[in-house]
């Protein structure tokens, strides 16, 4: 689905922020990419989005992908609706209104949000906002998501309620995911799979496989889940401490 071959990229004054950045993404996967502040985890993120370009390897992305962004802030237009927010993609891409109500509509159902189309951002608490712009970021169909930290800003159990939806979403629709985050909970939770980097340079010093099939209440209560989180928290803290 999306490939980095020797990814590097440096910036202006010297700062290499990712060094020799091997991933792939599979279709059909949720792949986290867990590491401390200034990894780089951003910057690869928007090199996979095609926001940025590498200075050294390549970036493949499968030419049928229809890739959608989502930010860690929700990024709504508060002058106008719930609906007109979620439209923005359509409207951007030159849709004629009469298509957009029914792309709009299922977008908000499937977040559950059918009965705010008419509301505005400022009626909505932080955990329907973020529900909102995956709605936006779901209305043109896309087959990959790429999510910075995407629910960073909300309390833990709206956390947890928005991270069970997105995997029903990625399982009922066959999406695929690049997620970032630095919650070793939420990675052990939600991935396939978590690329651990380290900074300074930024790079991939771990890969670790989440092996278990189903992801509910009673997986967040078992032993697995806390071993999980506690191997992603030590694979954290090495990454934390390694240097190039
Ligand atoms: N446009 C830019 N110009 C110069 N340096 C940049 C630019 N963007 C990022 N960097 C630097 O690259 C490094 C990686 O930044 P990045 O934002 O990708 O890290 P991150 O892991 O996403 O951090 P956080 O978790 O805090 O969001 C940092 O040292 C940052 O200062």
Request: glycine share 6%.
């Amino acid at each position: 689905m999306l490939q980095a071959r020797h990814v590097a990229r440096r910036f202006d004054r010297g700062v290499v922020a990712l060094s020799d950045i091997d991933l792939t993404l599979h279709a059909g996967e949720i792949l986290t990419l867990l590491g401390p502040s200034g990894c780089g985890k951003s910057s690869l993120l928007r090199l996979f989005a095609g926001l940025d370009a590498p200075s050294d390897g390549e970036i493949l992305r499968d030419p049928s992908a229809r890739l959608s962004f989502v930010f860690q802030e929700a990024t709504l237009m508060p002058w106008t609706t719930v609906a007109a927010n979620v439209a923005l993609p359509l409207v951007l891409d030159n849709v004629p209104a009469r298509d957009r109500a029914a792309s709009v509509d299922d977008a908000l159902a499937r977040v559950g949000l059918s009965d705010f189309a008419k509301a505005y951002p400022r009626e909505l608490s932080g955990g329907m906002k973020m529900r909102v712009s995956i709605a936006r970021a779901l209305v043109t169909q896309p087959s990959l998501l790429l999510m910075d930290e995407p629910f960073g800003a909300l309390d833990d159990i709206t956390r947890q309620r928005l991270d069970d939806e997105l995997l029903a979403l990625v399982r009922a629709q066959g999406l695929s995911v690049v997620f970032v985050t630095h919650n070793v909970f939420e990675a052990a939770y939600l991935s396939d799979r978590v690329a651990v980097m380290s900074p300074r340079p930024g790079r991939i010093v771990d890969e670790i496989r989440i092996d278990a099939p189903v992801r509910d209440a009673a997986f967040r209560q078992s032993a697995q889940y806390g071993a999980l989180a506690m191997q992603l928290h030590t694979a954290l803290l090495n990454a934390s401490e390694a240097t190039a």
